[in-house]
């Protein structure tokens, strides 16, 4: 009997977006996050006395501003070492993007798969051979899987690779695959990587993306980790996955339907974060609060969404462990949808141009037609999958949700001011 840690998309010292800008945001854990998160995989792995870790790419984030990152990894790798626990890394297109991380001398404990072709590594001890390779470039676009090698016979094979798949929201559709090609390998486990969600593709054969190991923003909600496998006589007996992020993320909907005063919605937002505590598991956590439903204070939300605000700001900071990234009023006037508002009205217009930009689905190059060239100008921390860079028609659809909610604030606060 064996166990072994598959984990992926570290993203080490990648930036936490959309808490940093606010007062008393907890700076030094957002910045660190990645960082401990990864801590916690090394001291699962010497507790559970993991035979090896797989990690399926994007160890890094893009080059480094200096060399503290591969410091850091290379000092914890020499920790797993010293416990007798051996490394296996494909590298990703966030690898690939950096010509520091591929300079790497690794510890002897550690292999990194070559970019070439597929490599096997042999782990006679155990009976595991472990099929892998690298990433060349940042943008690959073939199908790597295909060059992977049969299943060695008497072995319990295991591929090694960072992969888009058949597609996923939100992903970049890298070294693309199919399930039934990976099937076809006879491989007992596929370690994946490259999807920031996890999630068990398939069990005859185990195909598995374990999701990234630390939330990075508030489209990577809920825990994240890696995931702990047993094998025992050539089969996988136990599949556990395991948190390991310190900082965590979480979208709140909160109905406010029967509120009558924003005091009243107040208090729903004060148990709506007490929830989100007991949730998160003692970690710090940002969340991003949509109020909906119809209310008789629909107006008062909108004509006052600065107020409200920073009193659910000023809510979250009392709980000391809850950080408010963004409020979304998504409410509606009592007995009046955006349905029924005048075709002629300000609002009518917004919406029908937001429902026919989701429609026909738009792209960011719709609204910004230099947005690659401004993309390709930034740094790689800051141009890859992100809040800022919403990728898919979902991402897409979630901003001109957004900016429907803004612009409708904006027309309601000519209106006059209202008090609780």
């Known amino acids: 009997m064996f166990r072994f840690i598959h984990a992926a998309d ?8 959309g808490l940093e800008g606010y007062q008393d945001a907890p700076v030094e854990q957002i910045r660190n996050a990645a960082r401990r998160a990864f801590d916690n995989l090394v001291e699962i792995a010497i507790e559970k006395e ?7 790419g994007d160890v890094f984030d893009g080059d480094w501003k ?11 790798l020499g920790r797993l070492n010293k416990a007798g626990i051996r490394v296996f890394i494909a590298s990703g297109n966030h690898d690939a993007a950096s010509s520091i991380s591929r300079a790497l001398l690794l510890p002897e404990n550690a292999i990194l798969f070559p970019s070439k072709k597929p490599e096997t590594r042999i782990l006679e001890d155990i009976g595991v051979a472990i099929h892998g390779q690298s990433f060349p470039s940042r943008a690959v676009t073939e199908d790597l899987s295909r060059n992977y090698p049969p299943a060695s016979k008497g072995f319990f094979n295991i591929g090694l690779l960072h992969t888009s798949l058949t597609g996923r929201p939100g992903h970049e559709p890298y070294a693309p695959c199919t399930t039934d090609g990976l099937c076809s390998k006879d491989y007992q486990y596929w370690a994946l990587g490259h999807v920031h969600q996890r999630e068990e593709v398939s069990r005859e054969p185990w195909i598995v993306f374990p999701g990234n190991i630390q939330g990075r923003h508030i ?6 980790g890696c995931t702990l496998v047993t094998v025992e006589g050539g089969n996988i007996i136990e599949m556990e ?18 509120c009558e005063s924003i005091n009243a919605v107040a208090d729903l937002v004060q148990q709506s974060f007490q929830d989100v505590i007991g949730k998160s598991e003692n970690r710090p956590v940002a ?20 107020y ?23 409410t509606r006037k009592e007995g009046m949808p955006f349905q029924e508002i005048d075709d002629n009205s300000p609002l009518a217009t917004i919406e029908g141009e937001v429902a026919a930009l989701k429609q026909r689905g738009a792209s960011l190059v719709d609204f910004i037609p230099d947005i690659e060239q401004l993309r390709n100008k930034l740094p790689p921390e800051l141009s890859g999958e992100s809040e800022l860079f919403p990728s898919g028609n979902e991402g897409v659809a ?3 949700e957004d900016v429907k909610d803004l612009l409708i604030g904006r027309i309601l606060k000519e209106g006059g001011r209202y008090e609780d």
């Open 219 to 224: 489209r990577e909600t809920g825990p994240k």
């Open 398 to 400: 979630s901003l001109c």
């Open 66 to 76: 200096d060399h503290n990152s591969g410091i850091y990894f290379m000092n914890r």
């Open 50 to 56: 993991a035979a090896f870790v797989l990690l399926a």
């Open 10 to 17: 570290l993203h080490l010292d990648s930036p936490l977006m």
């Open 308 to 330: 409200c605000t920073d009193q659910f700001r000023g809510i979250a900071a009392g709980l000391t462990e809850v950080w408010l990234e963004k409020v979304i009023f998504k």
């Open 241 to 258: 996955a395991q948190d390991l992020d310190v900082f965590r993320w979480c979208v709140s909907s909160v109905d406010v339907s029967d």
């Open 287 to 306: 969340v991003r609060l949509i109020l909906e439903g119809e209310t008789p204070v629909h107006r008062q939300l909108h004509e006052r969404s600065e």
